[in-house]
């Protein structure tokens, strides 16, 4: 069971480039999200989603966009990079609050440094 | 809206020495608290959760944290570190009431156990 998986794991883009990052979870979960770390702040959320074909935005939306088509995969596109975007960038699953317990199922990071 | 605050940023400690971690929050809500552990180069996981119940939680490890209304605290403890908990440890919190399933994190902190 792989969990939740992140493609890719490095990536150095320039200022302006576009790219966009693959979560894919196979534990059939309804909720996913994106998050930033950055150094001295924690993680932030970026977007998240409810379910297929919904999004919304979270603390720090600005710059990124999301989409789910299907529910195993949640895309994070960065349009113009710009090097404020570079950070550690987390996905995470989880079950709708209430059905368990509401632990978040992390990946293992995709690190992006623009410059 | 909720906030968290983890008041040390470094925490360094010797093996075998008692620790805390300290984690307080703000909300007008009803939340659910969490601590997640991060080692080196990998994604985040789950420690232990306050849902209900008994205010002291534990996890399979040997930390426990204990839930204070009253403080809006939800400290970290164990009475005795090993070298492999060095890692960062991050505290969260979630709505209750909420449908998004959404954590706010801390800012984390650093335990550096020394030999």
């Known amino acids: 069971n792989a969990g939740v998986t992140q493609t890719p794991k490095f990536r150095v883009l320039k200022t302006g480039q576009s790219m966009t990052l693959l979560c894919a979870q196979d534990m059939n979960h309804e909720y996913m999200y994106w998050y930033r770390q950055d150094p001295g702040m924690g993680l932030r959320l970026i977007h998240y989603?409810?379910?297929?074909?919904?999004?919304a935005k979270g603390e720090v939306p600005d710059g990124y966009n999301v989409s789910r088509l299907k529910k195993q995969n949640f895309l994070l596109g960065l349009e113009s990079a710009a090097p404020s975007q570079t950070s550690v960038y987390f996905c995470a699953s989880r079950e709708p609050t209430g059905r368990i317990t509401g632990e978040l199922f992390f990946g293992e990071g995709s690190r992006l440094t623009v410059l | 809206a909720q906030s968290v605050t983890q008041l040390d940023s470094q925490v360094p400690v010797f093996e075998e020495a008692p620790v805390e971690l300290r984690c307080n929050y703000s909300s007008s809500v009803s939340v659910y608290l969490f601590w997640y552990v991060q080692y080196p180069n990998q994604g985040l996981q789950l420690l232990l959760k306050?849902?209900?119940?008994?205010?002291l939680v534990e996890s399979i490890n040997g930390f426990e944290a204990e839930f204070n209304k009253s403080q809006t605290s939800f400290h970290l403890r164990k009475p005795s570190v090993h070298i492999s908990d060095t890692a960062e440890y991050f505290c969260a919190v979630s709505d209750r009431r909420g449908n998004t399933g959404k954590l706010i994190f801390g800012q984390g902190t650093t335990l550096q156990v020394k030999p």
């Open positions: 989603s409810v379910g297929e074909g919904t999004t």
């Open positions: 306050y849902l209900s119940g008994s205010t």
